[in-house]
């Protein structure tokens, strides 16, 4: 019977939930449009080396949760763990970086093999948004505008906190990474095997740890701020004075790291309470030598993901569907005229369905069952005067109807 479970972290989306998701990407879509933002679409998958490169043999995504195969043209093929380092080549293979600054738009599924628990799939989907070309703290604070703005529609956004923090340019990090080693080489016995790992390849991934003995560790950990440049440390100013100038709160989190090697200065989550350890809903940051890691010119970007299960599990239930008239034909007559009436109807705008068999009661079911507005009645006796029976689920009345005026007579239920 294995073949009829679904795979173990995906899931189905059955119209309730499906509703629910729509309701995030269609707000989402409909808010970074005012922001400027085009939509696109890329593969779901890629050649391995375009992920594997830019996030980070470091990361978790490259270390353990990609899924990787070999096609059957032998080439490594991985389902996309992430947007930005998809959306960065679809960037270079179409010569875009020649009509910067791009901003894009994005919503899909994405793959990751991790422990699935509540807010956390093995195929989950993102809306995500990546603004290239700009080097100025503006777009830092717009796009982060636009995270807020979209969490706020959703009816969210006063249940999270925003934190921040800035990773500083190349400079500041070799600095702070060079004060890291030093301090985690004192500590090398209470680490754990997974931070000993990172300790060699990228220290600064340790403050991330959700390990306890680690976090014990980072409690004494250097800060950054220390070891930032004159440089960075203006670009961090200018970023929390335009979300000051916005009124955009926000804590500062000097642990937020955030989980990919191509970040830079700025590095944001919006963090809930409300989905227990799950609680990024969204997160994002800055990563201007992206593109030149990936053989492009070197061009700044900033972006974010959200992840729509997420997010759907906050929201206010979204309105349903439309409330169909439904057609309860009576006999054989009445059968062939229900066919016809309710396609012009349907062509004329409303929401038609059928009780497709049955008597009248059962039909008269369905339609209950289908929230209907209102039924439609073809008795044969009926459509032999050219009339229908209406009725009106919500008054409760009933009306006979000349069929040339039932469209005119329904207009108040489209
Ligand atoms: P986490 O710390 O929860 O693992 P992450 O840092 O790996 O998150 P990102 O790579 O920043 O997450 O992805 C952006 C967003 O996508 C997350 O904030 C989250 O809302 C969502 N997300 C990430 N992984 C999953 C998953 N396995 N299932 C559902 N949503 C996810
Ligand atoms: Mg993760």
């Known amino acids: 019977m294995a073949g009829l479970q679904p795979v173990r972290g995906t899931q189905d989306l059955l119209p309730d939930a499906h509703r629910r998701h729509r309701a995030v ?60 380092a998809g959306i960065v080549r679809a960037i270079l293979s179409n010569g875009l970086t020649q009509s910067l600054p791009l901003k894009l738009f994005a919503s899909g599924p994405m793959f990751r093999y991790e422990r699935p628990q509540k807010g956390r799939f093995r195929q989950f989907h993102q809306i995500d948004v990546e603004l290239i070309g700009v080097a100025q703290p503006l777009g830092d604070v717009e796009a982060i505008a636009l995270g807020a703005e979209i969490l706020d529609a959703l009816g969210i956004l006063k249940r999270t906190v925003l934190e921040l923090n800035t990773l500083g340019d190349t400079a500041s990090r070799a600095a702070y990474r060079a004060a890291l080693v030093s301090y985690y080489d004192g500590h090398k016995g209470s680490l754990s095997e997974d931070s000993l790992r990172r300790l060699e390849v990228n220290p600064l991934r340790i403050l991330d740890s959700k390990d306890e003995g680690d976090k014990r560790v980072n409690a004494e ?87 729509i299960e997420r997010l759907a599990l906050l929201i206010d239930e979204p309105a ?29 705008g409303f929401s038609v369905d059928l009780g497709y068999s049955g008597n009248l009661s059962r039909r008269m079911k369905r339609a209950d069952k289908l929230n209907a507005r209102a039924a439609i009645i073809l008795g044969d006796n009926e459509l032999a005067r050219q009339v229908a029976t209406l009725r009106d689920f919500d008054s409760g009345e009933q009306v006979e109807v000349p069929l040339s005026e039932l469209e005119a007579r329904l207009a108040p239920f489209r």
Not at 40 to 45: D, L, V
Not at 292 to 299: D, H, R, V, Y
Request: aromatic share 10%; net charge negative.
């Open 25 to 84: 990407i269609e707000t989402a879509r409909g808010i970074a449009a005012r922001y400027g933002y085009q939509e696109i679409a890329t593969p779901i998958f890629e050649f391995t080396e375009v992920f594997a490169r830019p996030i980070g043999v470091s990361s978790d995504i490259v270390s353990k949760e990609m899924y990787t195969f070999k096609d059957r043209g032998e080439e490594e093929i991985t389902l996309r763990p992430e947007y930005t």
């Open 221 to 307: 950990a250097p800060a950054f701020e220390a070891y930032l440049t004159q440089e960075a440390h203006d670009f961090f100013a200018k970023v929390r004075g335009g979300l000051d100038a916005l009124g955009i709160a926000y804590q500062l989190n000097p642990r937020l790291v955030r989980g990919l090697d191509y970040y830079c200065h700025t590095a944001f989550e919006f963090v809930t309470t409300d989905l227990g350890a799950q609680g990024t809903v969204l997160g994002g940051g800055r990563y201007d030598g992206l593109m030149g890691i990936m053989g492009g010119p070197e061009t700044p970007g900033i972006g974010w993901a959200a992840g």
């Open 320 to 348: 349903g569907p439309q409330r169909p008239i439904v057609i309860v034909p009576l006999g054989e007559a009445g059968e062939a005229a229900g066919l016809t009436i309710a396609q012009s109807l349907r062509r004329a």
